[in-house]
């Protein structure tokens, strides 16, 4: 008697955006964990726009994933068979094995236990997962936020973005975000309480723009965009200031060769810029202190996540990940694969 | 009774490389230092390309001189009136008022008296002046050097360059320095003791040639030429590299429009890369240890000074500036007005 599970391969590399035929899905037999393994079944998937980097069969900053392979996702679920003394049936976590229904968890990889009762499961996919880790390191490892000070967030709307702008706000600074289209500037002004809000769409001189709502000057960029964003901020940043180079959003789908540069680097002495990027899981020992001060901020509701469960099951997610590049998402996209364990709060998605 | 003294005046704008006759020699009335000021009469001025930027009339990233004011500089002279209780008539100090037989001092602006007798004078100019401080928190403050790591140091024979690399080398790293000729490059491996000099102008690939010197790859960069330079260098950092914006020797002659872009900069979060630049006058709080022990450094032989001290007075000094952009120099350069005092060995030049 062998179990079957469910998974969803690469069919074929990707050039441009990708779509659903990109993928297959196919049975495979259930893992089997080894000592110190367990044996998770998913309940939320996610999709993720940085996916995208490994799937065109070149390499890049990522390794590229093979044809055939399972593709790579951070998931939650529920352990429902363990070799590991200290992980139990039952027990909920987050881990990275990707679009599957069935999936092995080894702590000596990434693995986070979930036991936080007050929110609903998706929050740590979202702000409480990567995304808001990200802006929570970006903001106060990278750049030692101070209480006071301007904060520009680029792809504000963003997973990541949106976390770091409210972040900065309840840091106590002044926090001001460019996104594309005026939605998006509604959800930063009137749900996350950003100071402003920049249509970069809708704007014939962004860095007028971003002066205009920055009077004294910046003193962060935290950017999710790339080299030309950076570049027109630069010359509005004051002495010490600080950028952290958070994803760049620009050079995901385009060619390395097209990108355009980051001239404006005399500011770098004389206005003793410092520009930082940083990788979260490097911070992973500090993850547990910086979770918690979320969560409670998400329960006082003073961080609200940008999250949507799709339904349909794994086969609709190759679709939910192409659909992020057709710009339908609004914030973090996940795929329900069952329903959440009982003692969760319920999703309002 | 009016006492007479003489000055470098700008007598018009520069446009491309400066020539002798940008400037004008005049006479002016002897200076008197208010209540906590002093009279210094000049021993040794410096001459630097830095001044360049401030010699076109056009908004830079320091206010130009206007035409007929002094040209500001370096020097190291010898008190010889005083209205400040703590400075007396014969102490020596180095400060910043400009290219003048007389000058006023002001301890609340840039003063350092010097007492150490063991070195020549002209060193308080070259390598435990600004140069070598400039290398000093470069390295220590703004890259945090750790013994063992490799660093590249850029126009690595120049004033700060020359400084930086037998600092990193004194600090127990692997130093490979470039520079554009085989004179600086015999200076940098036999007199410096870089592990390895790249003569760039002799070098079809020159991140293939720092590749070579660098088989584990590069912890610092220190960085004096500009954005081209740390583009080619950054694709072969390490993880948590860090790159030190200490000069831009590619800008000071050109228009900021034509120089280019870094645009290597997703390495900046897959490798966890850190750019930095610095003022060194924000460290003035710090500079007494850094100096005291670079000093000891000097006297034991480690650290070792490039510079030159040209005779003919105030009169020879619009033509020793004209001389930088000409390539003559061999390191820092200075013109003698007065002989050094008894008291401080002479100097070699």
Same mark, same amino acid.
Request: with cysteine.
């Given at each position: $008697? ?27 037999? $259930? ?101 808001? $880790? ?71 001189? %962004? ?13 962060? %960029? ?51 810029? $410092? ?9 992973? +020992? ?47 996209? %996940? ?5 959440? +364990?009982?003692?969760? +709060?319920?999703?309002?998605?």
């Amino acid at each position: $008697m062998s179990a079957m599970t469910r998974r969803i391969v690469l069919a074929r590399f990707c050039d441009g955006p990708p779509v659903a035929e990109d993928f297959r899905i196919e049975d495979a037999p $259930m893992p089997e964990p080894r000592e110190g393994q367990f044996l998770v079944r998913n309940i939320l998937i996610s999709v993720d726009p940085g996916t995208r980097a490994r799937l065109s069969g070149k390499p890049s900053y990522i390794p590229p994933l093979k044809l055939g392979a399972t593709v790579g996702a951070f998931s939650i679920g529920e352990i429902i068979e363990s070799r590991h003394p200290d992980f139990a049936p039952g027990e909920i976590v987050s881990l990275a094995d990707g679009w599957a229904e069935h999936v092995i968890g080894d702590p000596r990889g990434f693995v986070r236990r979930i036991t936080d009762r007050r929110l609903p499961l998706a929050a740590w996919l979202g702000v409480l997962g990567v995304s808001g $880790m990200t802006a929570w390191f970006g903001l106060h490892r990278v750049a030692s936020l101070k209480a006071g000070e301007t904060v520009v967030v680029t792809s504000a709307a963003g997973a990541v973005g949106s976390a770091a702008g409210q972040l900065a706000r309840i840091h106590g600074c002044t926090v001001i975000g460019v996104a594309g289209g005026q939605a998006k500037c509604d959800w930063m002004t009137e749900v996350a309480h950003f100071d402003a809000a920049i249509d970069y769409k809708a704007t014939a001189d %962004l860095p007028a723009a971003i002066a205009a709502a920055a009077p004294k000057g910046i003193d962060v %960029l935290f950017d999710n965009v790339g080299n030309a964003m950076i570049d027109q901020v630069i010359p509005l940043m004051r002495q010490n200031g600080r950028i952290v180079v958070s994803g760049q959003v620009d050079a995901y789908n385009s060619d390395e060769s097209a990108v355009e540069g980051i001239r404006n680097t005399r500011a770098f002495i004389t206005h003793r810029l $410092m520009m930082q990027g940083l990788v979260v899981f490097d911070d992973l +020992p500090n993850w547990g202190a910086a979770e918690a001060a979320m969560a409670d901020h998400m329960v006082s509701g003073e961080l609200v996540g940008r999250w949507e469960v799709l339904p349909g099951g794994l086969e609709a997610t190759p679709d939910a990940f192409a659909g992020l590049f057709r710009g339908e998402n609004t914030g973090r996209r %996940l795929v329900r694969l069952a329903p959440d +364990p009982d003692d969760f +709060p319920k999703d309002a998605s």
